[in-house]
């Protein structure tokens, strides 16, 4: 059988809710449906359950723009996250048109009809569900949910302890009072030292290399003194604008004044940590502050956790693994009864989906991203892909409400299909210039971006807030029909 929907949502994530929502506060008399390969609302959120899972954005901006967070914390831990897309999910209806354990193999478009056909497996029986819908949305992200990204590392067969990755957290894994070597150096490993260091009997994180690393109260003052005196959504309206452009200002700031923000995070950690600490081994990275993801840690809880003898870093190589742990290049070992490789995640685009048009597959690495969510030579076709220098849902809220009102204005003029064409003056640049390791080892899968607007992807929220929901909506680069 064939289900048939005006348009047909990919993932049930923070944007594939968000993206229901947009549409059908909007647009009520658009039938749609959500595909999701998993068993639950959430995506990232519901994927990831290690120790201490937050967001590493605070709540008033990763919160949608619709729905105001009513929780203290600012910076929220993931089952609080979770409720809250489940919340908004349930409260409007939403979780109604999902399609649970429904992943999504292919779709074809067809010029002759205007729709897609979409075709999506179903759970482990190997039975395929078709869709038709007008048009399709992929909201999937870009993690690759089957696994994360673990290095070669010589000898790990031979450890005789337990290794886990993040992404795979075993729900049985006891690490009360036992020796933990976390390998990383990214949002993960600073989560997770901490949180395991209440119950281990210690944890090493071991880094190849630093981060900048900075800590935020878990609590915005601000934003509790705005909800005594403001309706709750006045309340979340100021305090979304006021983190909005503190975490702009802050990547401008670092981008423009690389050393005078160096000197500034140095001064501040050198606050939050023991007196004499080696700062330029542990904490001051080769790199500028915001060529890579600049972390967070709530209420200095790594820096605390140092103070206090519960955590040690320890910046070297890997020669290999022992049984016992970890031998470094520089002689020392490293004793463990449990490694966590925090090692990153892997990215795939669009969720692995084989786009066809009319017959012919499309190679998305030859597609150039329009406004970072549509492409060219793939009509009636949108994506989100959010900030990686502010909250995911700045950008999937400007997306989504761009969408419908595209939709609307389309079925205002009579239109079915509208499809982007390629300016050929336009130079081709990566789809994301951001230099952590999970983007470089990934980058060569996903679209090309422009070197110029319409076709550059911005990062930045306060450029794209009046080009998308408040500029020229349809523009040269579209044909319509």
Same mark, same amino acid.
């Given at each position: 059988?064939?289900?048939?929907?005006?348009?047909?949502?990919?993932?049930?994530?923070?944007?594939?809710?968000?993206?229901?929502?947009?549409?059908?506060?909007?647009?009520?008399?658009?039938?749609?449906?959500?595909?999701?390969?998993?068993?639950?609302?959430?995506?990232?959120?519901?994927?990831?359950?290690?120790?201490?899972?937050?967001?590493?954005?605070?709540?008033?901006?990763?919160?949608?723009?619709?729905?105001?967070?009513?929780?203290?914390?600012?910076?929220?831990?993931?089952?609080?996250?979770?409720?809250?897309?489940?919340?908004?999910?349930?409260?409007?209806?939403?979780?109604?048109?999902?399609?649970?354990?429904?992943?999504?193999?292919?779709?074809?478009?067809?010029?002759?009809?205007?729709?897609?056909?979409?075709?999506?497996?179903?759970?482990?029986?190997?039975?395929?569900?078709?869709?038709?819908?007008?048009?399709?949305?992929?909201?999937?992200?870009?993690?690759?949910?089957?696994?994360?990204?673990?290095?070669?590392?010589?000898?790990?067969?031979?450890?005789?302890?337990?290794?886990?990755?993040?992404?795979?957290?075993?729900?049985?894994?006891?690490?009360?009072?036992?020796?933990?070597?976390?390998?990383?150096?990214?949002?993960?490993?600073?989560?997770?030292?901490?949180?395991?260091?209440?119950?281990?009997?210690?944890?090493?994180?071991?880094?190849?290399?630093?981060?900048?690393?900075?800590?935020?109260?878990?609590?915005?003052?601000?934003?509790?003194?705005?909800?005594?005196?403001?309706?709750?959504?006045?309340?979340?309206? +100021?305090?979304?604008?006021?983190?909005?452009?503190?975490?702009?200002?802050?990547?401008?700031?670092?981008?423009?004044? =690389?050393?005078?923000?160096?000197?500034?995070?140095?001064?501040?950690?050198?606050?939050?940590?023991?007196?004499?600490?080696?700062?330029?081994?542990?904490?001051?990275?080769?790199?500028? =502050?915001?060529?890579?993801?600049?972390?967070?840690?709530?209420?200095?809880?790594?820096?605390?956790?140092?103070?206090?003898?519960?955590?040690?870093?320890?910046?070297?190589?890997?020669?290999?693994?022992?049984?016992?742990?970890?031998?470094?290049?520089?002689?020392?070992?490293?004793?463990?009864?449990?490694?966590?490789?925090?090692?990153?995640?892997?990215? +795939?685009?669009?969720?692995?989906?084989?786009?066809?048009?009319?017959?012919?597959?499309?190679?998305?690495?030859?597609?150039?991203?329009?406004?970072?969510?549509?492409?060219?030579?793939? =009509?009636?076709?949108?994506? +989100?892909?959010?900030?990686?220098?502010?909250?995911?849902?700045?950008?999937?809220?400007?997306?989504?409400?761009?969408?419908?009102?595209?939709?609307?204005?389309?079925?205002?003029?009579?239109?079915?299909?509208?499809?982007?064409?390629?300016?050929?003056?336009?130079?081709?640049?990566?789809?994301?210039?951001?230099?952590?390791?999970?983007?470089?080892?990934?980058?060569?899968?996903?679209?090309?971006?422009?070197?110029?607007?319409?076709?550059?992807?911005?990062?930045?929220?306060?450029?794209?807030?009046?080009?998308?929901?408040?500029?020229?909506?349809?523009?040269?680069?579209?044909?319509?029909?």
């Amino acid at each position: 059988m064939t289900t048939t929907v005006d348009v047909l949502i990919i993932g049930a994530g923070l944007s594939g809710i968000g993206a229901a929502h947009h549409l059908h506060s909007t647009l009520p008399g658009k039938s749609y449906a959500i595909l999701e390969s998993r068993g639950a609302i959430g995506g990232t959120w519901d994927l990831f359950r290690y120790p201490g899972i937050r967001s590493d954005s605070d709540m008033y901006t990763l919160g949608y723009n619709f729905r105001p967070w009513v929780g203290d914390k600012s910076i929220a831990d993931g089952a609080s996250i979770r409720e809250y897309i489940e919340d908004t999910a349930r409260e409007a209806g939403i979780d109604r048109h999902i399609r649970f354990h429904h992943t999504v193999v292919s779709a074809e478009w067809s010029t002759a009809t205007s729709t897609w056909t979409v075709e999506a497996k179903v759970g482990q029986s190997g039975e395929v569900a078709v869709f038709t819908a007008s048009f399709l949305m992929c909201c999937s992200g870009y993690y690759d949910y089957a696994q994360g990204f673990t290095p070669d590392f010589e000898g790990l067969e031979d450890f005789g302890g337990t290794v886990v990755h993040p992404q795979l957290w075993p729900e049985d894994l006891d690490y009360a009072d036992k020796k933990i070597v976390v390998i990383g150096s990214g949002a993960t490993a600073i989560t997770l030292a901490p949180n395991l260091a209440r119950d281990a009997d210690h944890v090493t994180l071991l880094q190849r290399s630093p981060s900048y690393i900075m800590s935020l109260p878990s609590k915005d003052p601000i934003a509790l003194a705005l909800r005594k005196y403001l309706p709750s959504r006045a309340a979340y309206g +100021v305090t979304r604008t006021k983190n909005a452009v503190t975490s702009i200002g802050m990547y401008v700031l670092c981008q423009r004044y =690389p050393n005078f923000m160096k000197e500034r995070i140095r001064k501040l950690q050198e606050g939050w940590l023991p007196d004499g600490y080696d700062l330029d081994t542990h904490f001051t990275p080769k790199y500028d =502050p915001w060529d890579q993801r600049l972390c967070l840690v709530p209420d200095s809880d790594l820096f605390t956790a140092i103070g206090e003898g519960k955590v040690d870093i320890v910046t070297d190589h890997i020669e290999r693994f022992t049984e016992k742990g970890i031998a470094l290049t520089s002689g020392e070992n490293l004793d463990a009864d449990i490694v966590i490789t925090a090692t990153g995640l892997n990215l +795939v685009a669009l969720g692995n989906v084989a786009l066809r048009v009319d017959g012919k597959k499309i190679d998305i690495t030859e597609s150039m991203a329009y406004k970072g969510m549509m492409l060219t030579d793939v =009509p009636n076709f949108a994506f +989100v892909i959010g900030y990686t220098n502010a909250s995911w849902t700045l950008k999937a809220d400007l997306v989504c409400d761009y969408i419908v009102r595209l939709l609307a204005h389309m079925d205002s003029k009579g239109y079915r299909e509208v499809r982007l064409e390629r300016d050929a003056n336009v130079g081709e640049e990566p789809f994301l210039d951001f230099a952590a390791g999970y983007v470089l080892r990934s980058v060569d899968t996903f679209p090309k971006q422009g070197s110029v607007a319409p076709w550059r992807l911005r990062m930045n929220y306060f450029r794209d807030l009046p080009s998308l929901r408040f500029g020229k909506l349809v523009d040269d680069n579209m044909r319509m029909r």
